[in-house]
């Protein structure tokens, strides 16, 4: 572990941790997956691709935020957690730790695994001549006729640098054509170009063998300066705050204040700065200088500025023995041979827990409701969908078909907004209904809603989900979906959707939960029903299953439970203020997260209630922006039989795992188990409900 001794900031006598601190905790533990030596070598690449990933976000949002917040001299102490210059120092001496770690991974143990398995990169010494000549004539024909190199002088000050980006700094000696002598020349890589590049078979001398586009661009790149001598070419990126600002109280169309303020995504204010060995120092602060940062946001890599980007050398290489192993998933047998999901779902409810069991019933259900002739109206929010779509494509055939299609699109889901805006555009010229929900909400409800006329009534039929309608993280996830024909819960979705289109009052619901108006204080209540109960000597119980657990107030709800004698279980993914076992007013709550071949997404809350056992799912988490600036729904699974599903397949298995455990100081340590090791929960899934 890299993080072992709590810093000032976790050993504070705050009720609550750092968020960013266990942002970082939640990195920690991908970069352990990279470094378990049981996980397949690609997967290993492939986890530190992510690890790279998500760094790129936190720089982009969480630390962008702190930079701004101590800009402005806001050194308050925000509910105890330490102030934004504390908490930036904390941050800046991790990253850098876990940086430097991700590196020596990738470098010592990665690199040469593959290489032993003939999955090779070459850099520039090692090319053999025709290797050299078949590079040569790829930059000439290739790259050349893409790049614009930028020579700095007084007419060509240095460029506007896109997010993210890689450049490459060159040093120059010597004058040009028209006498210009300004040593230094900044040069951007076309986007287009692949970042890993593979070698012909008939080159490549046996096995998988791979170079970098900055190998190739450092070996070639004098050929841009001609009559000049290239001393050093120095590959860097910047990272940029990449939070998207609407004034929501000024605009007057989302729709088109978003699409002017997308570009300049690109262009923010720089947050981080990465080059890679060997680059001078002289260069380094001319670049800092350049992007307004100081020596603390400089990463010095050893190896390529974007890890991300080697994450396509997975599907490259076909070698099934380094990845995981391939799997169907599973139907369940309610659904099973493509045969009439409206009447399936009519004979009773049918729960999907993917990724172990497949998303095809929900796109075959859509698809079906698109041809069905009796189906008259179909109505669907949409958060993150992809940019090629099968659900997109569905809700256009339907609206072609005469049918009343509204789709409540999400404008501002991050990193997402461009093709929610051009899916909305095509949803709009085919006639359908397109709300972007609500002014200052995000909608983040995963909903969909169909009506059908049978017998000459209007019958509704509802999924609901903890995911979202995107058929590729479907198969990434860990979400439960629900298909019902509930007349009363199919009565609720009715009615959430008629508040996001319409305007009125909140209504009162049977069954569900929405966010901003109930979830809040039922989840309180419920977790207060607890405490009352365990002070009765009656069964007590929460486990709560989500991403993150943040929001003070429940925390506090959870405190009070515990103290009161509620066995508490929580499992929660990423970042987690509470701080559990402490004598007095946490022994009863333990935390833990699990890390694994998929990400664990869904969000189950389980309430003993006296022997009941209410089971919940939503969409929601433990946040405040969940409970308060969004649109969400929790929902109850009222099958007694998918009920217990819920509990065992969401809940008590991965109580089970030998999980990472959370400590009182925000630090996690791997569960030790007593006696036989269970298999991992995903794997135990995987073989419980996947076909094979």
Same mark, same amino acid.
């Not at 493509?338 to 075959?364: M, W, Y």
């Not at 805006?421 to 709300?435: M, P």
């Given at each position: 572990?890299?993080?072992?001794?709590?810093?000032?900031?976790?050993?504070?006598?705050?009720?609550?941790?750092?968020?960013?601190?266990?942002?970082?905790?939640?990195?920690?533990?991908?970069?352990?997956?990279?470094?378990?030596?049981?996980?397949?070598?690609?997967?290993?690449?492939?986890?530190?691709?992510?690890?790279?990933?998500?760094?790129?976000?936190?720089?982009?949002?969480?630390?962008?935020?702190?930079?701004?917040?101590?800009?402005?001299?806001?050194?308050?102490?925000?509910?105890?957690?330490?102030?934004?210059?504390?908490?930036?120092?904390?941050?800046?001496?991790?990253?850098?730790?876990?940086?430097?770690?991700?590196?020596?991974?990738?470098?010592?143990?990665?690199?040469?695994?593959?290489?032993?398995?003939?999955?090779?990169?070459?850099?520039?010494?090692?090319?053999?001549?025709?290797?050299?000549?078949?590079?040569?004539?790829?930059?000439?024909?290739?790259?050349?006729?893409?790049?614009?190199?930028?020579?700095?002088?007084?007419?060509?000050?240095?460029?506007?640098?896109?997010?993210?980006?890689?450049?490459?700094?060159?040093?120059?000696?010597?004058?040009?054509?028209?006498?210009?002598?300004?040593?230094?020349?900044?040069?951007?890589?076309?986007?287009?170009?692949?970042?890993?590049?593979?070698?012909?078979?008939?080159?490549?001398?046996?096995?998988?063998?791979?170079?970098?586009?900055?190998?190739?661009?450092?070996?070639?790149?004098?050929?841009?300066?001609?009559?000049?001598?290239?001393?050093?070419?120095?590959?860097?990126?910047?990272?940029?705050?990449?939070?998207?600002?609407?004034?929501?109280?000024?605009?007057?169309?989302?729709?088109?204040?978003?699409?002017?303020?997308?570009?300049?995504?690109?262009?923010?204010?720089?947050?981080?700065?990465?080059?890679?060995?060997?680059?001078?120092?002289?260069?380094?602060?001319?670049?800092?200088?350049?992007?307004?940062?100081?020596?603390?946001?400089?990463?010095?890599?050893?190896?390529?500025?974007?890890?991300?980007?080697?994450?396509?050398?997975?599907?490259?290489?076909?070698?099934?023995?380094?990845?995981?192993?391939?799997?169907?998933?599973?139907?369940?047998?309610?659904?099973?041979?493509?045969?009439?999901?409206?009447?399936?779902?009519?004979?009773?409810?049918?729960?999907?827990?993917?990724?172990?069991?497949?998303?095809?019933?929900?796109?075959?259900?859509?698809?079906?409701?698109?041809?069905?002739?009796?189906?008259?109206?179909?109505?669907?929010?949409?958060?993150?969908?992809?940019?090629?779509?099968?659900?997109?494509?569905?809700?256009?055939?339907?609206?072609?078909?005469?049918?009343?299609?509204? +789709?409540?699109?999400?404008?501002?889901?991050?990193?997402?907004?461009?093709?929610?805006?051009?899916?909305?555009?095509?949803?709009?010229?085919?006639?359908?209904?397109?709300?972007?929900?609500?002014?200052?909400?995000?909608?983040?409800?995963?909903?969909?809603?169909?009506?059908?006329?049978?017998?000459?009534?209007?019958?509704?039929?509802?999924?609901?989900?903890?995911?979202?309608?995107?058929?590729?993280?479907?198969?990434?996830?860990?979400?439960?979906?629900?298909?019902?024909?509930?007349?009363?819960?199919?009565?609720?979705?009715?009615?959430?959707?008629?508040?996001?289109?319409?305007?009125?009052?909140?209504?009162?619901?049977?069954?569900?939960?929405?966010?901003?108006?109930?979830?809040?204080?039922?989840?309180?209540?419920?977790?207060?029903?607890?405490?009352?109960?365990?002070?009765?000597?009656?069964?007590?119980?929460?486990?709560?299953?989500?991403?993150?657990?943040?929001?003070?107030? +429940?925390?506090?709800?959870?405190?009070?439970?515990?103290?009161?004698?509620?066995?508490?279980?929580?499992?929660?993914?990423? +970042?987690?203020?509470?701080?559990?076992?402490?004598?007095?007013?946490?022994?009863?709550?333990?935390?833990?997260?699990?890390?694994?071949?998929?990400?664990?997404?869904?969000?189950?809350?389980?309430?003993?209630?006296?022997?009941?056992?209410?089971?919940?799912?939503?969409?929601?988490?433990?946040?405040?922006?969940?409970?308060?600036?969004?649109?969400?729904?929790?929902?109850?699974?009222?099958?007694?039989?998918?009920?217990?599903?819920?509990?065992?397949?969401?809940?008590?298995?991965?109580?089970?795992?030998?999980?990472?455990?959370?400590?009182?100081?925000?630090?996690?340590?791997?569960?030790?188990?007593?006696?036989?090791?269970?298999?991992?929960?995903?794997?135990?899934?995987?073989?419980?409900?996947?076909?094979?």
């Amino acid at each position: 572990m890299l993080y072992d001794s709590p810093s000032r900031l976790e050993r504070t006598e705050s009720r609550f941790l750092p968020r960013e601190l266990g942002i970082l905790a939640f990195n920690r533990r991908v970069l352990a997956q990279a470094e378990d030596r049981r996980v397949p070598m690609l997967e290993r690449l492939r986890f530190l691709c992510i690890l790279s990933s998500n760094l790129d976000e936190f720089f982009e949002i969480r630390v962008a935020e702190l930079k701004e917040r101590i800009k402005l001299g806001e050194d308050g102490d925000r509910r105890g957690e330490g102030s934004a210059k504390e908490i930036f120092r904390a941050v800046s001496e991790r990253t850098h730790a876990m940086v430097a770690e991700q590196y020596r991974l990738l470098n010592e143990e990665i690199l040469p695994g593959l290489a032993d398995e003939g999955v090779r990169f070459l850099r520039e010494p090692q090319w053999t001549r025709e290797q050299r000549r078949w590079l040569h004539d790829y930059f000439v024909r290739e790259m050349m006729p893409l790049m614009t190199p930028i020579g700095l002088d007084p007419a060509h000050p240095f460029p506007r640098v896109l997010n993210k980006s890689l450049a490459m700094a060159v040093q120059l000696v010597g004058r040009d054509a028209f006498g210009r002598s300004s040593g230094r020349a900044i040069l951007q890589a076309p986007r287009l170009l692949p970042r890993v590049m593979p070698l012909p078979p008939q080159i490549a001398g046996g096995g998988h063998c791979f170079v970098l586009l900055t190998s190739v661009l450092q070996a070639f790149v004098s050929a841009l300066f001609q009559g000049m001598i290239v001393q050093g070419t120095y590959p860097f990126r910047v990272t940029r705050n990449s939070d998207l600002f609407v004034d929501e109280e000024e605009i007057k169309d989302l729709r088109t204040a978003l699409a002017g303020e997308l570009p300049q995504r690109h262009f923010g204010d720089s947050v981080r700065l990465e080059v890679a060995e060997g680059c001078p120092a002289q260069m380094e602060e001319f670049l800092l200088e350049q992007f307004g940062l100081d020596a603390q946001d400089l990463y010095r890599v050893d190896g390529p500025v974007n890890l991300v980007r080697l994450a396509s050398l997975v599907d490259l290489v076909d070698l099934p023995a380094l990845k995981f192993r391939p799997f169907l998933p599973g139907v369940p047998k309610a659904l099973g041979g493509h045969g009439d999901i409206f009447r399936a779902v009519r004979k009773g409810d049918t729960l999907l827990h993917h990724p172990f069991q497949s998303f095809n019933p929900v796109i075959e259900f859509l698809e079906q409701a698109a041809e069905d002739p009796d189906v008259v109206a179909i109505k669907q929010t949409v958060y993150r969908t992809g940019t090629d779509s099968v659900i997109m494509k569905y809700l256009i055939d339907a609206a072609q078909r005469g049918k009343e299609v509204t +789709v409540v699109v999400e404008l501002l889901a991050r990193f997402d907004e461009e093709a929610n805006l051009n899916w909305a555009a095509r949803l709009e010229e085919v006639g359908a209904h397109i709300v972007y929900g609500v002014v200052g909400y995000k909608t983040h409800a995963k909903m969909l809603l169909v009506v059908r006329r049978e017998e000459g009534v209007l019958r509704r039929y509802v999924h609901l989900s903890t995911g979202n309608y995107h058929p590729r993280t479907a198969k990434l996830y860990t979400d439960f979906g629900l298909l019902t024909a509930n007349e009363e819960i199919g009565a609720d979705v009715d009615a959430v959707f008629k508040q996001l289109t319409g305007l009125g009052r909140a209504r009162s619901l049977r069954h569900l939960w929405v966010a901003p108006f109930t979830l809040h204080e039922r989840m309180l209540a419920a977790i207060k029903r607890e405490a009352r109960h365990a002070k009765a000597d009656k069964p007590a119980h929460v486990i709560a299953k989500m991403n993150s657990l943040l929001e003070p107030r +429940v925390i506090e709800a959870l405190y009070a439970a515990s103290q009161a004698g509620v066995k508490i279980d929580l499992i929660v993914r990423g +970042v987690c203020a509470l701080r559990p076992g402490i004598r007095g007013l946490s022994e009863n709550i333990r935390v833990r997260s699990i890390i694994g071949r998929f990400l664990e997404h869904s969000r189950i809350f389980y309430f003993a209630n006296d022997g009941a056992e209410d089971v919940y799912l939503s969409s929601a988490d433990w946040m405040e922006r969940n409970f308060f600036r969004r649109i969400e729904l929790c929902f109850p699974v009222l099958d007694p039989r998918l009920k217990q599903r819920v509990i065992k397949e969401g809940l008590k298995i991965y109580l089970a795992d030998a999980a990472w455990e959370m400590d009182a100081d925000g630090n996690y340590h791997r569960k030790r188990a007593r006696g036989r090791v269970p298999r991992p929960a995903q794997e135990q899934l995987l073989a419980l409900l996947a076909a094979g």
